[in-house]
Antibody, heavy 120, light 108 residues
Framework: EVQLGESGGGLVQPGGSLRLSCAAS????????MGWVRQAPGKGLEWVSSISGSGVSTYYTDSVKGRFTISRDNSKNTLYLQMNSLRAEDTAVYYC?????????????WGQGTLVTVSS | EIVLTQSPGTLSLSPGERATLSCRASQSVSSSYLAWYQQKPGQAPRLLIY???NRATGIPDRFSGSGSGTDFTLTISRLESEDFAVYYC?????????FGQGTKVEIK
């Protein structure tokens, strides 16, 4: 059974840093692209970042470029999102997603989400 | 950046009725790189459709997707109680992937 579990969220001051983790199990982690999608309170979904199975290719939405870094450790079946220079507008639930079997650019399994709150 | 505009914002329907949701892109979404997701309160999104018209694994056949270019549609042929939720379209033709703002399907 595919399982994804995010951790690392919490309350952080503006300008601070957090590292989110997404532990994966039930599939061959290194064979699938992964990504992060966030949802601000009461708002819609926003794609944040994606990474290829090998970790060589990474992609970011413009608002986080230069501040967030996506990475993965295929030996630990874990996806990461390092978030620096956090802003109030980064407050959201952050979900990790697994690339689907037939189209790895969409996500067929998701974690339960971890809440990041940026506030003084 | 490709902007996706979904309409209507809210759809009020009764169980058993047909739901038609629209997603319009600001530029052509080539190769129909468009997906639809369903999200219920407090839950993660669920993949329904990819490639504009392909149902994801385990998705009932009352859900169907169509369209190409800039205009896409998600149709739910007969609404069941578990289908009342928010639906999002997403384009993935661009490395800068974007979601629409969502359509809420509520019980009338």
């Amino acid at each position: 059974e595919v399982q994804l579990g995010e951790s690392g969220g919490g309350l952080v001051q503006p300008g601070g840093s957090l590292r989110l983790s997404c532990a994966a199990s039930g599939f061959t982690f290194s064979s699938y692209a992964m990504g992060w999608v966030r949802q601000a309170p009461g708002k819609g979904l926003e794609w944040v970042s994606s990474i290829s199975g090998s970790g060589v290719s990474t992609y970011y939405t413009d608002s986080v470029k230069g501040r967030f870094t996506i990475s993965r450790d295929n030996s630990k079946n874990t996806l990461y999102l390092q978030m620096n220079s956090l802003r109030a507008e980064d407050t959201a639930v952050y979900y990790c997603g697994k690339g689907s079997e037939k189209q790895q650019l969409v996500y067929d399994y998701w974690g339960q989400g971890t809440l990041v709150t940026v506030s003084s | 950046e490709i902007v996706l505009t979904q309409s209507p914002g809210t759809l009020s329907l009764s169980p058993g009725e047909r739901a038609t949701l629209s997603c319009r892109a600001s530029q052509s979404v080539s190769s129909s790189y468009l997906a639809w997701y369903q999200q219920k309160p407090g839950q993660a999104p669920r993949l329904l459709i990819y490639g504009a018209s392909n149902r994801a694994t385990g998705i009932p056949d009352r859900f169907s997707g169509s369209g190409s270019g800039t205009d896409f549609t998600l149709t739910i042929s007969r609404l069941e109680s578990e289908d009342f939720a928010v639906y999002y379209c997403q384009q993935y033709v661009s490395s800068r992937r974007t979601f629409g703002q969502g359509t809420k399907v509520e019980i009338k």
